[in-house]
Protein backbone atom coordinates (compact mmCIF):
# COMPACT_ATOMS: atom_id res chain seq x y z
CA UNK A 1 0.00 0.00 0.00
CA UNK A 2 1.37 3.36 -1.03
CA UNK A 3 1.95 6.25 1.45
CA UNK A 4 -0.65 8.19 0.21
CA UNK A 5 -3.34 5.28 0.64
CA UNK A 6 -2.59 5.29 3.58
CA UNK A 7 -3.03 9.19 4.42
CA UNK A 8 -5.97 9.01 2.88
CA UNK A 9 -7.47 6.66 5.40
CA UNK A 10 -9.52 8.42 8.41
CA UNK A 11 -10.29 5.60 10.41
CA UNK A 12 -11.46 1.82 10.03
CA UNK A 13 -14.72 1.29 11.31
CA UNK A 14 -14.33 -2.43 11.38
CA UNK A 15 -12.09 -2.02 14.19
CA UNK A 16 -8.66 -2.25 15.46
CA UNK A 17 -7.55 -5.54 13.84
CA UNK A 18 -7.79 -4.34 10.08
CA UNK A 19 -6.40 -0.88 11.35
CA UNK A 20 -2.95 -2.50 12.52
CA UNK A 21 -3.08 -5.08 9.38
CA UNK A 22 -2.82 -1.91 7.70
CA UNK A 23 -0.14 -0.05 9.35
CA UNK A 24 2.53 -2.84 8.21
CA UNK A 25 3.96 -5.80 9.72
CA UNK A 26 6.15 -4.00 11.88
CA UNK A 27 3.41 -2.13 13.73
CA UNK A 28 1.58 -4.87 13.76
CA UNK A 29 4.09 -6.86 16.36
CA UNK A 30 3.31 -3.49 18.72
CA UNK A 31 2.07 -4.60 22.06
CA UNK A 32 -1.26 -2.57 23.18
CA UNK A 33 -1.86 -2.35 26.68
CA UNK A 34 -5.06 -4.59 27.75
CA UNK A 35 -6.77 -1.18 28.95
CA UNK A 36 -6.61 -0.19 25.08
CA UNK A 37 -7.13 -3.40 23.77
CA UNK A 38 -10.29 -4.58 25.41
CA UNK A 39 -11.92 -1.94 28.13
CA UNK A 40 -10.93 1.31 26.03
CA UNK A 41 -13.17 0.48 22.77
CA UNK A 42 -16.26 -0.83 24.72
CA UNK A 43 -16.28 2.21 26.77
CA UNK A 44 -16.28 4.16 23.44
CA UNK A 45 -19.16 2.25 22.42
CA UNK A 46 -20.78 2.67 25.34
CA UNK A 47 -20.42 6.50 25.25
CA UNK A 48 -21.14 7.37 22.44
CA UNK A 49 -24.22 5.03 21.86
CA UNK A 50 -25.40 6.95 24.92
CA UNK A 51 -25.27 9.93 23.08
CA UNK A 52 -26.43 8.55 19.72
CA UNK A 53 -29.72 7.90 21.52
CA UNK A 54 -29.90 10.95 23.40
CA UNK A 55 -29.80 12.84 20.64
CA UNK A 56 -31.96 10.32 18.71
CA UNK A 57 -34.73 9.98 21.39
CA UNK A 58 -35.00 14.43 22.24
CA UNK A 59 -35.12 15.28 18.61
CA UNK A 60 -38.20 12.78 18.08
CA UNK A 61 -39.89 14.58 21.63
CA UNK A 62 -39.14 17.59 20.04
CA UNK A 63 -40.74 17.11 17.29
CA UNK A 64 -43.88 16.71 18.66
CA UNK A 65 -46.59 18.65 16.92
CA UNK A 66 -44.49 18.91 13.95
CA UNK A 67 -45.61 16.89 10.73
CA UNK A 68 -42.97 15.05 9.21
CA UNK A 69 -39.30 13.47 9.93
CA UNK A 70 -37.28 16.17 8.76
CA UNK A 71 -35.94 16.68 12.62
CA UNK A 72 -35.41 13.30 13.37
CA UNK A 73 -33.95 12.39 10.35
CA UNK A 74 -31.31 15.10 10.26
CA UNK A 75 -30.59 14.88 13.93
CA UNK A 76 -29.45 11.12 13.50
CA UNK A 77 -27.53 11.90 10.63
CA UNK A 78 -25.62 14.41 12.07
CA UNK A 79 -24.99 12.86 15.05
CA UNK A 80 -23.84 9.45 13.82
CA UNK A 81 -21.61 10.74 11.17
CA UNK A 82 -20.08 13.35 14.38
CA UNK A 83 -19.56 10.12 16.78
CA UNK A 84 -17.89 8.01 14.06
CA UNK A 85 -15.40 10.91 13.59
CA UNK A 86 -14.68 11.04 16.69
CA UNK A 87 -14.49 7.26 18.18
CA UNK A 88 -13.84 5.61 14.79
CA UNK A 89 -10.11 5.18 15.72
CA UNK A 90 -11.14 3.86 19.27
CA UNK A 91 -13.57 1.20 18.69
CA UNK A 92 -14.93 1.45 14.68
CA UNK A 93 -17.49 3.30 15.95
CA UNK A 94 -20.28 1.14 15.32
CA UNK A 95 -22.90 2.20 18.33
CA UNK A 96 -25.22 -0.62 16.34
CA UNK A 97 -26.03 -4.49 17.30
CA UNK A 98 -26.54 -4.73 13.51
CA UNK A 99 -23.61 -3.03 12.48
CA UNK A 100 -21.17 -4.84 14.80
CA UNK A 101 -22.99 -8.50 13.63
CA UNK A 102 -22.33 -7.66 10.00
CA UNK A 103 -18.44 -5.73 10.24
CA UNK A 104 -17.79 -9.16 12.37
CA UNK A 105 -19.30 -11.67 10.16
CA UNK A 106 -17.36 -9.71 6.89
CA UNK A 107 -14.18 -10.40 8.50
CA UNK A 108 -13.58 -6.55 10.43
CA UNK A 109 -13.81 -7.42 13.89
CA UNK A 110 -12.72 -10.97 16.25
CA UNK A 111 -15.97 -13.16 16.64
CA UNK A 112 -14.63 -12.34 20.69
CA UNK A 113 -15.47 -8.91 20.84
CA UNK A 114 -19.27 -9.47 19.38
CA UNK A 115 -20.92 -10.14 22.41
CA UNK A 116 -18.79 -7.46 24.87
CA UNK A 117 -20.03 -4.97 21.85
CA UNK A 118 -23.38 -5.36 21.86
CA UNK A 119 -24.12 -5.46 25.68
CA UNK A 120 -22.06 -2.36 25.80
CA UNK A 121 -24.50 -0.88 23.23
CA UNK A 122 -27.61 -2.21 24.97
CA UNK A 123 -26.06 -0.21 28.42
CA UNK A 124 -25.19 2.90 26.28
CA UNK A 125 -29.01 2.80 24.78
CA UNK A 126 -30.45 2.77 28.36
CA UNK A 127 -28.55 5.63 29.58
CA UNK A 128 -29.33 7.82 26.59
CA UNK A 129 -32.72 6.90 26.70
CA UNK A 130 -32.70 8.21 30.79
CA UNK A 131 -30.78 11.30 29.92
CA UNK A 132 -33.72 12.26 27.56
CA UNK A 133 -36.80 11.34 29.82
CA UNK A 134 -34.66 13.80 32.64
CA UNK A 135 -33.64 16.45 30.00
CA UNK A 136 -37.09 16.65 27.98
CA UNK A 137 -39.92 17.81 29.61
CA UNK A 138 -42.83 15.69 30.86
CA UNK A 139 -45.82 16.72 28.74
CA UNK A 140 -43.68 16.04 25.53
CA UNK A 141 -41.46 13.23 26.75
CA UNK A 142 -45.19 11.22 27.55
CA UNK A 143 -46.69 12.51 23.66
CA UNK A 144 -43.78 10.84 22.24
CA UNK A 145 -43.72 7.72 24.01
CA UNK A 146 -40.49 9.09 25.18
CA UNK A 147 -38.71 8.11 21.64
CA UNK A 148 -39.92 4.91 21.73
CA UNK A 149 -40.55 3.42 17.98
CA UNK A 150 -43.75 1.81 17.14
CA UNK A 151 -45.38 0.92 13.49
CA UNK A 152 -46.78 3.24 11.06
CA UNK A 153 -48.71 1.18 9.51
CA UNK A 154 -51.17 -1.88 11.09
CA UNK A 155 -49.60 -4.63 8.93
CA UNK A 156 -46.29 -5.75 10.47
CA UNK A 157 -45.05 -7.54 7.31
CA UNK A 158 -44.64 -3.96 5.58
CA UNK A 159 -42.58 -2.72 8.93
CA UNK A 160 -40.53 -5.46 9.16
CA UNK A 161 -39.41 -5.36 5.50
CA UNK A 162 -38.52 -1.56 5.56
CA UNK A 163 -36.45 -2.38 8.62
CA UNK A 164 -34.62 -5.02 6.78
CA UNK A 165 -34.38 -2.53 3.40
CA UNK A 166 -33.48 0.10 5.81
CA UNK A 167 -30.47 -2.31 7.62
CA UNK A 168 -29.78 -3.46 4.62
CA UNK A 169 -28.59 -0.39 2.90
CA UNK A 170 -26.86 1.14 6.34
CA UNK A 171 -24.68 -2.03 6.61
CA UNK A 172 -23.75 -2.39 3.40
CA UNK A 173 -22.53 1.32 3.28
CA UNK A 174 -20.96 0.71 6.26
CA UNK A 175 -18.97 -2.69 5.38
CA UNK A 176 -18.06 -1.10 1.83
CA UNK A 177 -17.08 2.34 2.81
CA UNK A 178 -15.35 1.48 5.84
CA UNK A 179 -13.88 -2.45 6.13
CA UNK A 180 -13.70 -3.80 2.44
CA UNK A 181 -10.17 -2.66 0.80
CA UNK A 182 -10.86 -2.14 -2.51
CA UNK A 183 -14.08 0.85 -1.23
CA UNK A 184 -12.75 1.81 1.73
CA UNK A 185 -12.95 5.64 1.95
CA UNK A 186 -11.93 8.56 4.34
CA UNK A 187 -15.87 9.75 3.30
CA UNK A 188 -17.82 7.10 5.17
CA UNK A 189 -18.60 8.87 8.55
CA UNK A 190 -20.10 11.22 6.48
CA UNK A 191 -21.79 8.42 4.41
CA UNK A 192 -23.06 6.59 6.86
CA UNK A 193 -24.71 9.51 8.29
CA UNK A 194 -26.37 10.42 5.07
CA UNK A 195 -27.51 6.81 4.61
CA UNK A 196 -29.50 7.11 8.02
CA UNK A 197 -31.18 10.29 7.05
CA UNK A 198 -31.96 9.34 3.91
CA UNK A 199 -33.83 5.66 5.57
CA UNK A 200 -35.33 8.16 7.90
CA UNK A 201 -36.99 10.30 5.08
CA UNK A 202 -37.86 6.79 3.05
CA UNK A 203 -39.46 4.55 6.10
CA UNK A 204 -39.59 6.82 9.30
CA UNK A 205 -43.39 7.13 8.64
CA UNK A 206 -43.23 3.38 7.81
CA UNK A 207 -41.50 1.83 10.85
CA UNK A 208 -39.74 4.63 12.82
CA UNK A 209 -37.03 4.51 10.66
CA UNK A 210 -34.70 2.32 13.78
CA UNK A 211 -32.35 0.11 12.01
CA UNK A 212 -30.36 0.19 15.03
CA UNK A 213 -31.99 -2.95 18.03
CA UNK A 214 -30.66 -0.63 21.13
CA UNK A 215 -32.26 3.10 19.51
CA UNK A 216 -35.13 0.89 19.82
CA UNK A 217 -34.70 -0.94 23.13
CA UNK A 218 -33.18 1.91 24.86
CA UNK A 219 -36.38 4.18 25.00
CA UNK A 220 -38.90 0.99 25.23
CA UNK A 221 -37.51 0.26 28.24
CA UNK A 222 -37.06 3.60 30.13
CA UNK A 223 -40.97 4.32 28.85
CA UNK A 224 -42.08 0.91 29.33
CA UNK A 225 -43.30 0.63 25.70
CA UNK A 226 -43.01 -2.64 23.82
CA UNK A 227 -45.61 -3.16 20.75
CA UNK A 228 -44.13 -4.98 18.42
CA UNK A 229 -40.81 -4.73 19.80
CA UNK A 230 -39.43 -7.44 18.21
CA UNK A 231 -39.83 -6.22 15.13
CA UNK A 232 -36.70 -3.33 15.67
CA UNK A 233 -34.60 -6.75 16.60
CA UNK A 234 -36.07 -9.14 13.57
CA UNK A 235 -35.74 -6.29 10.67
CA UNK A 236 -32.14 -5.01 11.31
CA UNK A 237 -30.59 -8.76 12.29
CA UNK A 238 -31.81 -9.98 8.62
CA UNK A 239 -30.84 -6.88 6.69
CA UNK A 240 -27.40 -7.02 8.05
CA UNK A 241 -27.17 -10.96 7.54
CA UNK A 242 -28.10 -9.73 3.88
CA UNK A 243 -25.45 -7.91 3.91
CA UNK A 244 -22.84 -10.05 4.97
CA UNK A 245 -24.39 -12.86 2.09
CA UNK A 246 -23.94 -9.90 -0.65
CA UNK A 247 -20.41 -8.84 0.15
CA UNK A 248 -19.04 -12.72 1.23
CA UNK A 249 -20.54 -13.57 -2.12
CA UNK A 250 -20.43 -10.81 -4.39
CA UNK A 251 -19.18 -7.80 -3.53
CA UNK A 252 -16.27 -7.96 -1.26
CA UNK A 253 -12.55 -8.09 -1.91
CA UNK A 254 -10.36 -11.33 -2.18
CA UNK A 255 -9.74 -11.72 0.64
CA UNK A 256 -13.01 -10.86 1.91
CA UNK A 257 -15.18 -13.11 -0.40
CA UNK A 258 -15.86 -16.50 -0.29
CA UNK A 259 -16.33 -17.55 -3.95
CA UNK A 260 -14.41 -16.59 -7.41
CA UNK A 261 -11.35 -15.70 -5.33
Not at 115 to 128: D, E, F, K, R, S
Not at 222 to 239: D, S
Amino acid sequence: MSGTETKAEVFTVGGLEAQEAERGSSNADKKRCLYEQHVQPCLAELFGTSLFVFVGCASVVGNVGISGVLQPAVAHGLVLAVLITVFGQISGGHFNPAVSLSICLCGGMELLRLVPYILAQMCGGMIGAALAKAMCPTSSYDAALGGALHPGTSDLGKTTLAEVIMTLLLTTVVCMGAVNRQTRSPWAPFCIGLTVTANIFAGGMVSGGCMNPVRAFGPALVANHWNHHWIYWVGPTCGALLTVSFIRLLFGDQKTRVVLK
